[in-house]
Nanobody
Framework: QVQLVESGGGLVQAGGSLRLSCAAS????????MGWFRQAPGQEREFVAA????????YYAASVKGRFTIFRDNAKNTVYLQMNSLKPEDTAVYYC???????????????????WGQGTQVTVSS
């Protein structure tokens, strides 16, 4: 069983940047495919980005591509989400999760992920 703890959220002005972290424990982190999702009030959870075990392969939602970067440090058991050029519509609770399965897939489907963290709030003011 893997445990995930997100951190790094906060309040930022539009155009600003934040870096989210997700620390993993309980399993060999380098064996895990990881993803970031977000959920705004009253909306469904939506995919943001995913990364393969070694970090060579990444996949982004169209809404964040070119602004957000997912990367990982397997020595620190941590996956990151660097968010630049933030917009008010990026406001949400951000979650990290483990992609299920034995091979990396460029999938945005929530049901393909599990072991969700508790989330970290990101608020972007206009």
């Amino acid at each position: 069983q893997v445990q995930l703890v997100e951190s790094g959220g906060g309040l930022v002005q539009a155009g600003g940047s934040l870096r989210l972290s997700c620390a993993a424990s309980g399993r060999t982190f380098s064996s895990l495919y990881m993803g970031w999702f977000r959920q705004a009030p009253g909306q469904e959870r939506e995919f943001v980005a995913a990364i393969s075990r070694g970090g060579a392969n990444t996949y982004y939602a169209a809404s964040v591509k070119g602004r957000f970067t997912i990367f990982r440090d397997n020595a620190k058991n941590t996956v990151y989400l660097q968010m630049n050029s933030l917009k008010p519509e990026d406001t949400a609770v951000y979650y990290c999760a483990v992609q299920n399965g034995l091979s990396f897939r460029a999938t945005p489907v929530v049901a393909e992920y599990g072991s969700w963290g508790q989330g970290t709030q990101v608020t972007v003011s206009s």
